[in-house]
């Protein structure tokens, strides 16, 4: 692709390289001279904040930007990454006026197809997130399909979504047009720099150490590719990225070659095709992908691999079938280069855990392009407002465990994470590479009882049990667990059920100060008596929630939190933070102590079988908590619920966790109780209308519109974070209502929109099939003041169905049954 690297456009025009030594300091600079950086250079600029020092080892442009396809889409699989993605589409499409840079910006809109029902399924979805985010999409049949594009063989194609206004732009001069735009506002920008390291002091990064001595910085950010996982391990700073060799062909010459011809995508073969000077590039997504290490990577720049038409020919094959003309022109060129990917296949943006002030912008999964502007607005916003100003759950930079930063893990899940993009994107789709290496004390005695596990954070945990282990059938409708789930749930609902909840974060707060800790942090008053649990959220400094956990207060001086899985490595760094400088330390116990979950009417009456404790509600009220004797030791015994049933979380010693495991197990034969995973959990806490962190709730969420205003206490003394956002007149930003469809047969899962009286009024954030209330039930978002009377429906796939809308859970609103 010669064009992508053509110098006729040049960034030494603006850039600082020949004026002289680095400035001495900067109060931001940024790692890397790609798309990406010179984004979020010029979006800083744009925002107020022109003392950038922008840092590229090479030139512009000359890491992954150089080869990416240039592929811009409006539309995405959620409804924050189609914000992000839509507000980059049309950014780009006046930045080339903006920088007096012809970006070759060509809209010609991109066409996805589909060969099997469920491939159908999901374009149907994204149709529903495009059209609830503002881009225009349709079907189209088989005689518009080829109207569209003359050259393609429609055999086998069951749908094909157009999105008109998608495009193509040269990424190469996206990156120098940003780069100008940020030079003109005031940002240094410095070509053939290297930065060696990172410099941090007491916690925080106060520079770069490069090939041409330090700089001082107030804030670091690593928008480095490939390279920023080495980079941000000089300061023990876990970002778990992998380079793999990425491809994409160009053909000779072909007639009907033209630019209007829209961006195709044969997902279900793995490949896209594109117009490209009156010729095609065919990318591919291979499900097979080749890592590379990055010792074996050349850092001057362009780097590239030699050709592998072998392992390209399977993707070739399809599509020459396909595009018969992609055949008969035959091949010119093979670029094979290098770009990075992250274990779950979403990018990495944030601060870190481990050090304040350093931020990423990494990993894009060949989405680079697709995302640049929007990173670039987000981030820099973040940065200047300390908290993000959108919902970054998803790409949150401290999502992953640490350990999914070791190299030979990266190495075998990446092997299947390049595909990934293009591959069926099922609901609760489980990777297969990287699975077993994080196992709970209890994992033999689960999967001796049939447990299928999944995996979340690097950890294995039972998502459902099936003795037979049949095979897992996915589907954006009713999946093979689909029944076995049913059964767990209405045994937790009408018996009783043990659950294997040792994935979940478990902190020890302790010390002098450890009250002080906990108040500072959290928004509930948590000076309470001695074992008493409390349901509490983390704010950040705008008010929006990073947390929620239960904290239960274990003697004066000692504290318990216990968080969702997922945040396990985000709440250690949140505490922490709280506790430097303090007589308070923070331990990670989550390995320490295995917890098993006793839920349902009968949970009472198994623990009385399996322990001479008295369980009694007066005994143990909801929400107490206590040290008990249990099978042949002692466990803590913690009387909480996500289920909405009686319920109560053992904490055992993992030493001690198939004792107390076989104990409970035994002691329930009798009233026949079952194993229920992480699926029937979730079906459980959805027909409740608990809160999912990351779904129904996030870092743009206050506590009064998230419907959880009874966590916060504006009367203790402690000043906690986010308390000045969230005090006073606080306007509320949506309401959240509970939903369920009236026909048994539809799921829902999230961002489905949600009407009333016809009129688009807001989505769903999270939901599942109520096996106890006979339909699927779910959270929604609707405008503050919106009427709950009129005629509501959902949109599922290309269906409305009519709703239920309740300002209250439909299942024990007032919720007396954990409490009983």
């Given at each position: 692709m010669e064009r992508m690297v053509d110098r006729t456009i040049s960034a030494a025009a603006f850039t600082d390289s020949a004026h002289g030594p680095l400035p001495a300091r900067a109060r931001v600079v940024i790692v890397g001279g790609g798309v990406v950086g010179t984004s979020i250079a010029h979006h800083l600029a744009e925002a107020g904040e022109k003392d950038v020092l922008l840092l590229e080892a090479n030139v512009l442009g000359s890491g992954t930007t150089w080869h990416a396809a240039g592929l811009v889409n409006g539309a995405r699989a959620s409804t924050t990454l189609t914000q992000l993605s839509k507000y980059s589409r049309d950014f780009y499409t006046r930045l080339g006026d903006l920088a007096d840079v012809d970006l070759n910006w060509v809209e010609c809109g991109s066409l996805s197809m589909a060969r099997t029902?469920?491939?159908?399924?999901?374009?149907?979805?994204?149709?529903?997130?495009?059209?609830?985010?503002?881009?225009?999409?349709?079907?189209?049949?088989?005689?518009?399909?080829?109207?569209?594009?003359?050259?393609?063989?429609?055999?086998?194609?069951?749908?094909?979504?157009?999105?008109?206004?998608?495009?193509?732009?040269?990424?190469?001069?996206?990156?120098?047009a940003f780069g100008k735009l940020a030079h003109a506002a005031g940002v240094q920008i410095r070509e053939g720099v290297r930065v060696e390291s990172l410099i941090v002091k007491d916690g925080r990064a106060v520079g770069v150490r490069t090939s041409q001595g330090d700089v001082e910085a107030d804030t670091v950010v690593l928008a480095a590719g490939l390279w920023t996982r080495d980079l941000a391990r000089t300061a023990d700073v876990s970002v778990p990225l992998y380079a793999a060799e990425h491809v994409h062909?160009?053909?000779?010459?072909?007639?009907?070659?033209?630019?209007?011809?829209?961006?195709?995508?044969?997902?279900?073969?793995?490949?896209?095709?594109?117009?490209?000077?009156?010729?095609?590039?065919?990318?591919?997504?291979?499900?097979?992908?080749?890592?590379?290490?990055?010792?074996?990577?050349?850092?001057?720049?362009?780097?590239?691999?030699?050709?592998?038409?072998?392992?390209?020919?399977?993707?070739?094959?399809?599509?020459?079938?396909?595009?018969?003309?992609?055949?008969?022109?035959?091949?010119?060129?093979?670029?094979?280069?290098?770009?990075?990917?992250?274990?779950?296949?979403?990018?990495?943006?944030?601060?870190?855990?481990?050090?304040?002030?350093?931020?990423?912008?990494?990993?894009?999964?060949?989405?680079?392009?697709?995302?640049a502007p929007g990173i670039g607005r987000e981030l820099a916003a973040w940065i200047l407002a300390g908290t993000p100003q959108f919902d970054a759950s998803a790409v949150d930079a401290r999502r992953f465990s640490r350990h999914q930063d070791n190299r030979r893990y990266l190495h075998d899940r990446t092997r299947e994470g390049l595909g990934r993009l293009y591959a069926m994107h099922w609901p609760n789709l489980q990777m297969s590479t990287g699975r077993n290496v994080r196992r709970s004390p209890l994992h033999h005695r689960v999967a001796a009882l049939g447990a299928v596990f999944g995996e979340i954070n690097g950890g294995e945990r039972a998502n459902w049990y099936d003795p037979a282990q049949a095979p897992v059938e996915y589907s954006y409708r009713r999946a093979s667990w689909f029944e076995h789930v049913a059964e767990e749930h209405r045994a937790a609902r009408e018996n009783v059920v043990l659950f294997d909840l040792s994935p979940f974060?478990?902190?020890?707060?302790?010390?002098?100060?450890?009250?002080?800790?906990?108040?500072?942090?959290?928004?509930?008053?948590?000076?309470?008596?001695?074992?008493?649990?409390?349901?509490?959220l983390q704010l950040n400094e705008a008010g929006g929630i990073e947390l929620d956990v239960t904290v239960t207060r274990?003697?004066?001086?000692?504290?318990?939190?216990?968080?969702?899985?997922?945040?396990?490595?985000?709440?250690?760094?949140?505490?922490?933070?709280?506790?430097?400088?303090?007589?308070?330390?923070?331990?990670?116990?989550?390995?320490?102590?295995?917890?098993?979950?006793?839920?349902?009417?009968?949970?009472?009456?198994?623990?009385?079988?399996?322990?001479?404790?008295?369980?009694?509600?007066?005994?143990?009220?909801?929400?107490?908590?206590?040290?008990?004797?249990?099978?042949?030791g002692y466990a803590y015994a913690l009387r909480v619920s996500f289920t909405g049933?009686?319920?109560?979380?053992?904490?055992?010693?993992?030493?001690?966790?198939?004792?107390?495991?076989?104990?409970?197990?035994?002691?329930?034969?009798?009233?026949?109780?079952?194993?229920?995973?992480?699926?029937?959990?979730?079906?459980?806490?959805?027909?409740?209308?608990?809160?999912?962190?990351?779904?129904?709730?996030?870092?743009?969420?206050?506590?009064?519109?998230?419907?959880?205003?009874?966590?916060?206490?504006?009367?203790?003394?402690?000043?906690?974070?986010?308390?000045?956002?969230?005090?006073?007149?606080?306007?509320?930003?949506?309401?959240?209502?509970?939903?369920?469809?009236?026909?048994?047969?539809?799921?829902?899962?999230?961002?489905?929109?949600?009407?009333?009286?016809?009129?688009?009024?807001?989505?769903?954030?999270s939901g599942n099939?109520?096996?106890?209330?006979?339909?699927?039930?779910?959270?929604?978002?609707?405008?503050?003041?919106?009427?709950?009377?009129?005629?509501?429906?959902?949109?599922?796939?290309?269906?409305?169905?009519?709703?239920?809308?309740?300002?209250?859970?439909?299942?024990?609103?007032?919720?007396s049954r954990m409490r009983g």
């Open positions: 029902d469920g491939r159908v399924d999901e374009l149907h979805y994204q149709l529903n997130v495009a059209q609830q985010g503002g881009v225009e999409a349709r079907f189209l049949d088989e005689k518009q399909l080829l109207e569209q594009w003359p050259l393609v063989n429609p055999a086998g194609v069951k749908a094909a979504l157009l999105i008109p206004g998608d495009g193509t732009i040269n990424p190469g001069y996206a990156a120098i062909v160009r053909t000779n010459p072909v007639e009907g070659s033209v630019p209007t011809l829209p961006i195709l995508r044969d997902l279900d073969a793995s490949y896209y095709i594109r117009h490209e000077e009156g010729r095609f590039l065919v990318g591919a997504f291979e499900p097979d992908g080749k890592p590379v290490a990055v010792r074996d990577i050349s850092s001057g720049g362009f780097a590239e691999f030699d050709a592998d038409w072998e392992h390209f020919e399977s993707v070739r094959v399809q599509a020459e079938r396909t595009v018969p003309a992609v055949q008969r022109a035959g091949f010119e060129r093979f670029l094979n280069a290098p770009e990075s990917f992250t274990p779950d296949a979403n990018f990495l943006l944030g601060e870190t855990g481990e050090v304040e002030g350093l931020f990423v912008a990494a990993g894009m999964n060949s989405q680079g392009i697709i995302f974060a478990k902190v020890f707060v302790e010390g002098p100060e450890a009250l002080d800790v906990v108040q500072r942090t959290f928004t509930s008053d948590l000076d309470v008596p001695l074992n008493r649990a409390v349901y509490t274990l003697e004066e001086s000692r504290f318990l939190v216990v968080a969702p899985s997922a945040t396990r490595d985000k709440t250690l760094s949140i505490l922490r933070r709280a506790a430097a400088g303090t007589a308070a330390a923070v331990f990670d116990a989550t390995s320490a102590f295995a917890t098993i979950s006793v839920n349902g009417p009968n949970a009472r009456r198994l623990l009385e079988n399996a322990s001479p404790e008295d369980w009694s509600d007066e005994a143990q009220p909801f929400l107490a908590g206590r040290w008990v004797e249990i099978a042949d049933e009686l319920g109560y979380e053992i904490y055992v010693s993992s030493d001690l966790a198939e004792n107390v495991y076989d104990a409970l197990w035994d002691a329930g034969q009798e009233l026949g109780v079952r194993p229920a995973g992480y699926f029937a959990l979730d079906s459980l806490r959805s027909e409740k209308g608990f809160r999912h962190l990351g779904h129904d709730i996030g870092p743009v969420d206050d506590p009064k519109s998230a419907g959880l205003w009874f966590t916060v206490s504006l009367d203790k003394k402690a000043d906690f974070i986010g308390r000045a956002a969230i005090s006073g007149d606080l306007t509320r930003k949506h309401r959240v209502v509970y939903v369920g469809i009236t026909d048994p047969e539809p799921l829902l899962l999230h961002d489905e929109t949600v009407y009333r009286d016809g009129t688009a009024v807001g989505r769903v954030t099939y109520g096996h106890s209330l006979g339909g699927a039930v779910g959270l929604a978002v609707v405008a503050p003041g919106t009427p709950l009377d009129g005629t509501w429906e959902v949109e599922v796939g290309p269906t409305r169905y009519s709703i239920e809308v309740s300002p209250k859970p439909f299942y024990d609103p007032t919720g």
